[in-house]
T-cell receptor, first 113, second 114 residues
């Protein structure tokens, strides 16, 4: 059973550029979450998918952020016009419909210069 | 979801038991206690969860007080690899409208020393 995978693991970009991250959940997990973690803080919830439907978005998810899960499998998180304040670890987690335990990927560390 | 309170940091000698406390005095009857840990620069790792009975798995034991207002995560024989931030989270695990999102606090930084 492979775990949650995320790509890339690290991303350095210049302010104003767009970036996209990918998350592949555990197979057959139909629930998928994105979190953001800044230095010294615990992860903060960004958004939640049940299959391909995005059912909840945090207020942290500004209009520069968009997440998709087109076929109910992998998900992408795009940040447009990145700002230095977007520098953080972006974490993806998944679970199945019967259990509430979430399993996390290794994260994508974004640095905006 | 109820709020949790954890000490910011703890030390433990290698090979000894690490006992990490968590206070959740406002927990309601249908809320579970979850523990995750995060080793530096990695994603959070699920450890254990429980409702009211004590639980044990290959990683740890979870002791929940009878009134459910506090709990203790026990790592029976801590190793240097157990050095991490440990998060205690309380959450409802029922209801079709419940997305199951996790609300993390600051956690406890456990330093295991040789």
């Amino acid at each position: 059973d492979t775990g949650v995978s995320q790509d890339p693991r690290h991303k350095i970009t210049k302010r104003g550029q767009n970036v996209t991250f990918r998350c592949d959940p555990i197979s057959e997990h139909n629930r998928l979450y994105w979190y953001r973690q800044t230095l010294g803080q615990g992860p903060e919830f960004l958004t939640y998918f049940q299959n391909e439907a995005q059912l909840e978005k945090s207020r942290l998810l500004s209009d520069r952020f968009s997440a998709e899960r087109p076929k109910g499998s992998f998900s992408t998180l795009e940040i447009q016009r990145t700002e230095q304040g977007d520098s953080a670890m972006y974490l993806c987690a998944s679970r199945d419909s019967l259990q509430y335990t979430q399993y996390f990927g290794p994260g994508t560390r974004l640095t905006v210069l | 979801d109820a709020k949790t309170t954890q000490p910011p940091s703890m030390d433990c000698a290698e090979g000894r038991a690490a006992n990490l406390p968590c206070n959740h005095s406002t927990i309601s009857g249908n809320e579970y206690v979850y523990w995750y840990r995060q080793i530096h620069s990695q994603g959070p790792q699920y450890i254990i969860h429980g409702l009211k009975n004590n639980e044990t798995n290959e990683m740890a034991s979870l002791i929940i007080t009878e009134d459910r207002k506090s709990s203790t995560l026990i790592l029976p024989h801590a190793t240097l690899r157990d050095t991490a931030v440990y998060y205690c989270i309380v959450r409802v695990d029922r209801g079709s409208s419940n997305t199951g999102k996790l609300i993390f606090g600051q956690g406890t930084t456990l330093q295991v020393k040789p």
